[in-house]
């Protein structure tokens, strides 16, 4: 059993940053892909990023490409988002998500684990 706490989200304007923390307990991620989702209010929960359990493959969407950045800290249990030059279109939930997987997915059915959420605000 692995339990994820996202923490990190906030209110910011356009143009500014955030980064987002997950955290794991229960037992390590250090094998495993992990992945960011975001759901804006009324929208389905959509992919943001995906990283391998080495770092060394990562996935983005296509709208956070050059703007996010996931890594991930093994021996802290931890992942990250760097979120930069945030636009009110970011706004949404992030959750955190641990796969099973080998290889890096998109698929939300894949992720095993979630956390609770974290909320990011971007005000115009």
């Known amino acids: 059993q692995v339990e994820l706490a996202e923490s990190g989200g906030d209110v910011v304007q356009a143009g500014g940053s955030l980064r987002l923390s997950c955290v794991a307990s229960g037992r390590t991620i250090s094998s495993v892909v992990m992945g960011w989702f975001r759901q804006a209010p009324g929208k389905e929960r959509e992919f943001v990023a995906a990283?391998?359990?080495?770092?060394?493959?990562?996935d983005y969407v296509d709208t956070v490409k050059g703007r996010f950045t996931i890594s991930r800290d093994n021996a802290k249990n931890t992942v990250y988002l760097q979120m930069n030059s945030l636009k009110p279109e970011d706004t949404a939930a992030y959750y955190c998500?641990?796969?099973?997987?080998?290889?890096?997915?998109?698929?939300?059915?894949?992720?095993?684990?979630w956390g609770q959420g974290t909320q990011v605000t971007v005000s115009s």
């Open positions: 990283i391998s359990w080495s770092g060394g493959n990562k």
């Open positions: 998500a641990a796969s099973g997987q080998y290889f890096v997915t998109r698929r939300s059915s894949l992720y095993a684990y």
